[in-house]
């Protein structure tokens, strides 16, 4: 299928104080972790959370990036776009931009019609860390960090994430790969009641939601379908150090992902009565 690719070169970081807080503005080529390291080093809080992510500050609205209990829709204060559909340039409200979990006017409603120039995020300057996420926790606790700087909380991050191979290594076996692939599955109560009714083990993990809902893992539910981490199908398969990235070995091609990934939903759905929605954007045709 013929299609244009345009790579987003856009540079430039601008910062405006805002009251109580600071608002930086960034262009949609900037890469995105070297915004948090800058953010963390100058004191600003509000994305230390989302350390070691790769790509741009552009796709940043567009997915509703988000990891260990923040996510970028707290702090996005506007973003300005191209409207492909009338060629003017508009700045959007973080209303307009319609954010939900992982997802957002950009990704889902209105799909290919908006490119992103720049991002405007609300910062705290001198704000203490966000630590919601048990998995931190355990990890400043182990570091005997009982009240954490941005600083310590962006370390143990980054080194949570390399435990798990989710920050860029050309080194790791487990490298190719586009992270999650699948966004965790928030479900009724009954649901996670059913689920759990199960007895497997460990317990299923599950996350309150503001709904009435519970957020339960993705890679809980892959493991326990029965593939484990490791889990390979010929030149694809699962990562050795979390079940919910799928590796493309030497050889695979989008046919092979894409298979694996369904035959990881089929699974899920057959045990456990859960869909899988997949995280990133599939387009074009399998080849």
Not at 138 to 159: K, M, N, Q, T, Y
Not at 185 to 199: C, F, N, Q, Y
Not at 207 to 223: F, S, T, Y
């Amino acid at each position: 299928m013929d299609g244009l690719v345009i790579g987003m070169a856009l540079r430039g970081v601008s910062v405006q104080d805002a009251g109580s807080a600071v608002e930086v503005t960034v262009a949609a080529g900037e890469p995105w972790d070297a915004l948090v390291a800058l953010a963390v080093e100058r004191g600003w809080a509000g994305i230390e959370c989302l350390s070691g992510i790769p790509g741009l500050v552009g796709a940043t609205p567009i997915q509703n990036v988000g990891a260990y209990g923040q996510d970028v829709s707290e702090t996005v204060a506007g973003v300005r776009v191209l409207d492909t559909r009338s060629g003017e340039v508009v700045a959007l409200s973080p209303a307009d931009c319609a954010f939900t979990y992982r997802d957002s006017v950009f990704k889902s409603a209105e799909p290919g019609r908006w490119a992103v120039l720049e991002v405007r995020y609300r910062l705290r300057p001198g704000g203490a860390p966000t630590v919601r996420y048990a998995e931190v926790d355990r990890h400043l606790d182990g570091r005997g960090i009982g009240v954490p700087s941005l600083g310590d909380v962006r370390e143990s991050v980054l080194a949570i994430r390399r435990a798990k191979s989710m920050v860029i290594d050309p080194d790791d076996p487990n490298r190719r790969s586009c992270g999650s692939f699948f966004v965790n599955p928030v479900i009724t109560m009954e649901e996670a009641d059913r689920v759990a009714g199960l007895g497997l083990s460990p317990p299923l993990p599950r996350w309150p939601q503001p709904d009435g809902r519970v957020k339960v893992p993705a890679a809980w539910l892959i493991e326990r379908a029965g593939f484990p981490r490791g889990y390979r199908q010929g030149s694809v398969g699962l990562s050795t150090r979390h079940a919910l990235a799928i590796v493309a070995h030497d050889g695979a091609r989008s046919r092979d992902v894409l298979s694996f990934a369904w035959r990881l939903q089929e699974a899920v759905r057959a045990r456990f009565g859960v869909a899988l929605v997949p995280e990133p954007v599939i387009w074009g045709q399998m080849v």
